[in-house]
């Protein structure tokens, strides 16, 4: 391994513009999707009174994840075609910790908006969220068969019907982002739709995902083409998922992009130490099969920099995260501010 490999050199070449250019590869154009400039950041959320304060994030959290799940199970329920239906709400249903969603709507109340004009879109981002998972299972993609510590969509319903299942849910978030939002500008609900539109096509999560494949069996796959495709693959829809809700809450341009920032750097963070994960952790505690990346020879952060390097690059990435909350009200930020500590130090 070369000494001289390091990865916030990368991300610091990426904001200047050098390093990897997605042009290189035929098939895409430069993306919108690029890492932006930041520095040294807040470490512990504070209150009125100044004083550090321990947010409970795991009981906002369950919160979230409460009204998101009620809201799911009413806006996907079984009905004819049963199969498909079953199918849909077999993944979606499935538990996960509504991260995504989570980011939505605490974005959304940051900015001074209501949980009700952002769940909508919170279980939008989540239906394709749980697409993007049950197409990233298939033989044809990562072909596993584990998935939040259950049988892959495809071992359950076949490999035909996991593939329409994720094609009705990805239309059915539009569908449901559309109709479903209630007392929010129209204007501000087609944003979003824009928003959400291009954060998963050819030049967001889909560009990385077929970056990430097209690498495959590369030798010299660097740190810029592994940030690019995480950037989109992973980054893209967290970062959708944050600026929805700020667009929903009614956020200035300014706040959308600082928070944008913000949802690179988790998006990224989250990648960096899922690959960490990857070759510390076993299957039964990550609720997945572990090791895979390994086996299949695929290039990651721990493979190019160490584990090391890699902790310490998620580090500076949650750094660089918190510092983009500076400025808002501390109290409607402590939801950020947790979650990018609670990313860094996840053990599954």
Not at 37 to 43: G, K, R
Not at 95 to 105: A, N, S, T
Not at 106 to 135: D, N, R
Not at 327 to 339: I, M, V
């Amino acid at each position: 391994m070369s000494a001289v490999v390091n990865p916030i050199a990368t991300w610091s070449r990426s904001i200047s513009g050098g390093g990897f250019r997605p042009e290189q590869f035929n098939f895409l154009k430069p993306s919108r999707f690029r890492p932006m400039s930041i520095s040294s950041a807040i470490i512990e959320e504070t209150v009125a009174t100044g004083k550090p304060h321990a947010f409970d994030l795991k009981k906002y959290m369950l919160n979230k994840a409460s009204a998101v799940n009620a809201a799911l199970e009413e806006a996907v329920p079984v009905r004819d075609p049963v199969t498909i239906h079953e199918s849909m709400r077999y993944s979606l249903l499935a538990g996960g910790k509504r991260v995504r969603p989570m980011l939505c709507i605490a974005a959304c109340e940051l900015v001074g908006g209501e949980q009700a004009a952002a769940l909508p879109a919170a279980c939008a981002v989540e239906m394709i969220h749980t697409m993007s998972l049950m197409h990233d299972d298939l033989p044809c993609m990562d072909n596993d068969d584990l998935r939040r510590g259950k049988p892959t969509n495809h071992k359950v319903y076949g490999e035909d019907v996991a593939v329409l299942a994720g094609d009705a849910l990805l239309a059915f978030a539009f569908e449901h982002l559309a109709t479903a939002t209630e007392d929010v500008p129209t204007n501000m609900v087609v944003s979003a739709i824009g928003e959400l539109s291009r954060c998963i096509g050819a030049e967001g999560l889909v560009a990385g995902q077929v970056v990430d494949i097209c690498s495959e069996g590369i030798s010299e796959v660097g740190l810029e083409l592994l940030e690019f495709i995480h950037l989109h693959k992973t980054a893209a829809l967290l970062e959708g998922s944050v600026v929805l809700g700020a667009i929903l809450g009614g956020a200035t341009e300014s706040e959308v992009e600082r928070l944008r920032k913000f949802a690179r750097c988790i998006g990224l963070l989250f990648q960096v130490v899922d690959d960490i994960l990857d070759v510390t952790k076993c299957s039964e505690e990550l609720g997945k099969t572990a090791g895979k990346d390994l086996v299949a020879d695929k290039t990651t952060y721990p493979k190019l920099i160490g584990i090391e390097k890699s902790r310490e690059f998620a580090e500076q990435l949650k750094r660089e995260a918190k510092e983009q909350l500076e400025g808002f009200d501390p109290g409607k930020a402590a939801p950020l501010l947790a979650l990018a500590d609670y990313i860094a130090s996840r053990d599954n």
